[in-house]
């Protein structure tokens, strides 16, 4: 006979006795479905300690695992998109950029910084998934270029963090420019002999991977990111044929060889640290 009877059937809570969790307290990872603790996700650098899958974050938390102590000074903070070409789908562009801005509390796509990592100098400019999908726009394209001139002044490293689903559409020409604009700003980089270090992160399509995130004086990646050009889908429908296992993951293009090496963002600051310090003796 079980120790516990309920005498009662239908209990009911009254709206005002019910206790909710607060917001942000748990997630749930993506890949194995299991709850996750706020403050245990944070403390293993968001990645998930059942499976070891990489949650998306943003440039709040690659700052805050890669910065020392967290303590950095933003650069360029108050750059934000124009609208050249009065671009109207089923808004006004002008619109959307002000809904993101306040649902994310960016000015746009890119956040960039300067601080020490493991006591070293080293210049970030890092994507927001979350601002229109990491798309590149001219924004983007402006504070790379300043990130560029800062580390080439002051003679410090730059590391590119990209997660971005492409070109901005509603900029069109001016969108696709900071393709060249950036590279061109990375050869005067190369040209000073100062480090570049690129960071492809989950996903990075797109005109950023033709561009800048695959000109890194050492280009690497995290676990399970979706690395290409094209999606799977479009490249599937062209070339009428089924795409391998696997097809555009961080290990698939490692095999290929557009990676020099795949780093559990859980090292990647002590890895990062100790590549920085070789460099800079």
Known sequence: MAWFKRENKGIITTTE?????????????????????????????????YCDYHLRVGSKEYFEVLFDNNEFKELF?????????????NKPYTDRIIESQ??????????AG?????????????????FIGGSMGSVVGEKIARSIDYSIKHKIPFLMISKSGGARMMEAA??????????????????????YISLLTDPTTGGVTASYAMLGDINIAEPGALIGFAGPRVIKETIKKDL??????????LEHGFLDFIVDR????AKLGAFIKMMNN
């Open 174 to 195: 001016f969108s696709l420019m900071q393709m060249a604009k950036t590279s061109a700003k990375l050869a005067l980089l190369g040209q000073a002999k100062i480090p």
């Open 114 to 130: 300067v601080g020490k990592i493991e006591g070293q100098d080293l210049v970030i400019a890092c994507m927001d998934f979350a």
């Open 17 to 49: 006795e019910k206790k909710e969790a607060p917001d942000g307290l748990w997630n749930k990872c993506p890949n194995c479905k299991k709850p996750l603790h706020q403050a245990e996700l944070q403390e293993n650098k968001y990645v998930c300690h």
């Open 77 to 89: 903070a108050n750059l934000t998109s124009g609208d050249p070409l009065n671009f109207n789908d």
């Open 266 to 269: 859980r090292a990647m600051k």
């Open 244 to 253: 391998p296992k696997g097809f555009q993951t961080s290990e698939f293009v």
């Open 102 to 111: 306040a649902k994310t509390g960016l000015k746009d796509a890119i956040r």
